[in-house]
């Protein structure tokens, strides 16, 4: 059966999501995404993935400034009009008011990138690396106007590796989410598709991502930073204070050694480990000031680091 969707995305994680629902037929009415926004040193506006992948599909694109409010209302109407099936959200990045949850005929559902009730919120992918988590996976659940608390019509589980970065972990959830939709879609808008309330034991919040997240708590766990390293690449990637300038830190793993925290405990031809709380962060990729990516053991034969010279500013105390 052909649905009416209208799909909301933004981010490259939305577009096999868009593109699935495209190739099995559904018709998508709208591809409603972020404005354009500036990017890198140019300052260029620069589409978002959903809207370059609906274009490319010969999808309608909506760009709205607002979704809620007076200033949202014409938009909302817009969507009422559509008289679609269902809206299908996928990382779109706004919050949606109850008039624009109501507006499709089976209400909207969203896939979002975590094993609810864990990591609810707006950087699952990012926190399920960087707590630990053995395993992600998406869930299609009923949006509510509570924060990412609907219940769940069905989920797919994948194993995190021990290497996943949040965009090999991302990749890998986007094209579990394509296929999720896909196979259960129909049933949710037949209401043949029971949907299970979410537990609250367990509920975890993953809080949106701001570049100071990126910056590596070396009074901490080494493990958990070392993490830090995979859950915030490639946004917003993380980074030291060398001198007040951040020194940036592409790859690292945790390893053995004790010393004072942020200072070097070992020097190698390929890396350097620079002490933790607990434990050593193995520096192997790194980007100092005003320099191109390396490899840590060319720096440190340059800048002749020694074992206990300080690497790194005075550290946050908190982990």
Not at 169 to 183: D, H, T
Request: charged share 20%; glycine share 10%.
């Amino acid at each position: 059966m052909a649905l009416k969707v209208v799909f909301f995305g933004s981010p490259m994680f939305a577009v096999p999501s868009l593109e699935a629902l495209h190739q099995a037929g559904h018709h998508i009415l709208a591809a409603v995404c972020q404005p354009d926004a500036p990017k890198d040193r140019g300052q260029k506006l620069q589409p978002p993935p959903v809207k370059e992948a609906a274009l490319r599909l010969g999808i309608p694109v909506l760009q709205p400034e607002r979704v809620k409010g007076p200033r949202g209302e014409p938009f909302v109407d817009d969507i009422k009009r559509l008289s679609a099936d269902v809206g299908v959200v996928a990382a779109y990045g706004k919050i949606l008011p109850q008039t624009l949850l109501d507006a499709p005929k089976a209400g909207c559902v969203n896939l979002h990138a975590s094993l609810l009730p864990r990591h609810r919120g707006a950087s699952p992918i990012q926190h399920a690396i960087l707590e630990g988590d053995l395993e992600s996976g998406v869930c299609l659940m009923r949006m509510i106007l509570a924060l990412d608390a609907g219940g769940v019509f069905a989920t797919a589980r994948t194993p995190i590796d021990p290497q996943d970065s949040a965009e090999t972990l991302g990749a890998r959830l986007a094209n579990l989410a394509a296929a999720l939709c896909v196979e259960h879609l129909e049933a949710v808008v037949a209401g043949t598709l029971a949907e299970v309330p979410q537990p609250e034991h367990g509920m975890t919040y993953a809080p949106l991502l701001t570049k100071e997240m990126g910056r590596l708590q070396l009074h901490g766990d080494a493990h958990r930073e070392a993490r830090r390293v995979r859950a915030m690449t490639p946004w917003p990637g993380t980074f030291l204070l060398r001198g007040g300038e951040p020194f940036k830190v592409h790859t690292a793993a945790p390893a053995e050694g004790q010393g004072t925290p942020g200072c070097v405990t070992a020097v190698a031809p390929q890396f350097l480990d620079v002490a933790c709380g607990t434990g050593a962060l193995r520096l192997v990729d790194i980007q100092p000031a005003g320099k191109k990516r390396m490899n840590a053991g060319d720096w440190v034969r340059g800048a002749r680091i020694k074992v206990g010279d300080r690497l790194a500013d005075e550290p946050p105390a908190t982990p």
